[in-house]
C-alpha cells in the first residue's frame, strides 16, 4: 500500500466518544480521493472506547493504522507520528469533527502552488456565540472562526511537517502556521469541505 499513499491522515484519540471517532473514520474512507492512509494515534485513552475503536479498525486495516501510547497531548502524538508516515502531504483530523467526501481532492487542487494550506469550514454549532473563540493574542477578545487557524484543515507537504514541531497549548495551529510562513509558501483558502464541530462540550476551545 505505501507505493500508493499520497496523502496521510493523523487522526489523535483521546476518551472521545466512539460514535465521534467513527463518524471522523467513516468520513475519511468515504473520500472522493483514496491513496490515503488513516494513522490513529491513541493518546492513552481509557475504558471500553478503547475496545470498540480497535475492533472498527481492524475491519479496515488496508487504510487505518491504529497506535497507542501513554498520554502526551495532540501535539507531541502528531510530532511523533509524522516521520512513521508515507504520504507525500500530510493533513490533521480532529477526532471529533470530519471531512466532506471532496475534502481530500479538494485540497490536492489548492496545494498545487503552495507547500502549505489551511481552509475555513464548515462549523456546527448550538448558537451564533459558538462562531467565535478566544484570540490567540489577546483571551479576553473574541474573534470570528475564520479569522483563525484550525489544525484539522492543515493540509500540507510533508518537509513542511517535518521541519516543523506543533508547540503545546491553545492556538498550536496558529503558531505552526505562522511558522511555516517565514520559511514556506503558504496560503488559506474558502474550501469549507471540512466540518468543524464545535458544539462539542470537550474541545480545547469550548473549555477556554
Not at 508515507?86 to 502552488?113: A, W
Not at 473574541?142 to 503545546?168: A, K, Y
Not at 511558522?179 to 514556506?184: D, G, I, K, L, V
Not at 488559506?188 to 476551545?205: A, D, E, Q
Request: glycine fraction near 4%; proline fraction near 1%.
Amino acid at each position: 500500500m505505501t507505493g500508493s499513499i499520497q496523502v496521510t491522515v493523523l487522526m489523535t484519540v483521546f476518551n472521545t466518544k466512539f460514535a465521534y471517532v467513527k463518524r471522523a473514520i467513516d468520513s475519511v474512507l468515504s473520500q472522493d480521493f483514496q491513496a490515503f492512509e488513516l494513522i490513529i494515534i491513541d493518546d492513552g485513552s481509557l475504558g471500553i472506547n478503547c475496545e470498540a475503536l480497535i475492533h472498527y479498525v481492524e475491519k479496515h486495516e488496508n487504510k487505518v493504522t491504529y497506535i497507542r501510547h501513554s498520554n502526551r497531548g495532540q501535539s507531541e502524538s502528531i510530532n511523533r507520528w509524522v516521520t512513521n508516515s508515507s504520504g507525500k502531504f500530510i493533513t490533521i483530523l480532529d477526532s471529533d469533527d470530519e471531512y466532506k467526501p471532496n475534502h481530500l481532492s479538494s485540497c490536492i487542487r489548492e496545494i498545487v502552488h503552495y507547500d502549505l494550506i489551511c481552509s475555513n469550514t464548515e462549523t456546527v454549532v448550538d448558537s451564533a456565540d459558538d462562531y467565535y473563540v478566544p484570540d490567540k493574542n489577546d483571551t479576553t477578545t473574541l474573534i470570528h472562526l475564520d479569522e483563525t487557524v484550525l489544525f484539522g484543515t492543515l493540509f500540507g507537504r510533508r518537509e513542511v511537517f517535518e521541519r516543523i514541531n506543533f508547540r503545546s497549548g491553545f492556538a498550536a495551529d496558529a503558531a505552526f502556521y505562522e511558522q511555516a510562513e517565514s520559511q514556506f509558501r503558504v496560503n488559506k483558502v474558502n474550501l469549507r469541505t471540512y466540518v468543524y464541530h464545535r458544539n462539542i462540550p470537550g474541545s480545547i476551545c469550548a473549555t477556554i
